[in-house]
């Protein structure tokens, strides 16, 4: 069985690649800046860990400098995930409380505590 595509996963392959993609791709270039930094000094006749030490640290702030697009491209990516789980947890809520969630949006503030009280308490087991 497959699972129904929501209305956000079929606008997802034009909002761009995933986070997966992105982050790899970063994580793949901070590494590579990491091996040339070390490779660099090895080259120069530093010992390996020193090199490797070395490189870790020199090469946080020029991956700060030289992949400042990445980094970018990696925020919105964790910025539209976040806000498309939002969506999708909203919607979740309004289904759990019975409501209609074709508007997600509408349900994120709504309480509906007073009519549970109403009910004597009957929403959750614990308030008997």
Do not use: C, H, K
């Not at 120069?44 to 700060?64: N, Q, R």
């Not at 809520?93 to 509408?106: I, Q, S, V, W």
Request: charged share 25%.
């Amino acid at each position: 069985m497959s699972a129904p595509a929501g209305p956000d996963r079929d606008t997802r392959p034009s909002e761009g690649p995933g986070i997966a993609a992105v982050f790899a791709l970063y994580s793949l270039a901070r590494l590579g800046l990491v091996a040339l930094v070390a490779g660099l000094l090895l080259l120069a006749g530093t010992p390996l860990v020193i090199a490797l030490l070395v490189a870790l640290v020199v090469a946080l702030p020029l991956s700060m400098l030289l992949f400042r697009g990445l980094r970018s491209r990696l925020d919105e990516a964790l910025a539209s995930a976040r806000a498309r789980r939002g969506v999708e947890r909203s919607a979740l809520r309004a289904r759990l409380r019975g409501e209609d969630a074709g508007d997600p949006e509408e349900t994120v503030g709504s309480d509906n505590r007073p009519q549970r009280e109403a009910e004597g308490g009957q929403g959750r087991p614990d308030q008997q």
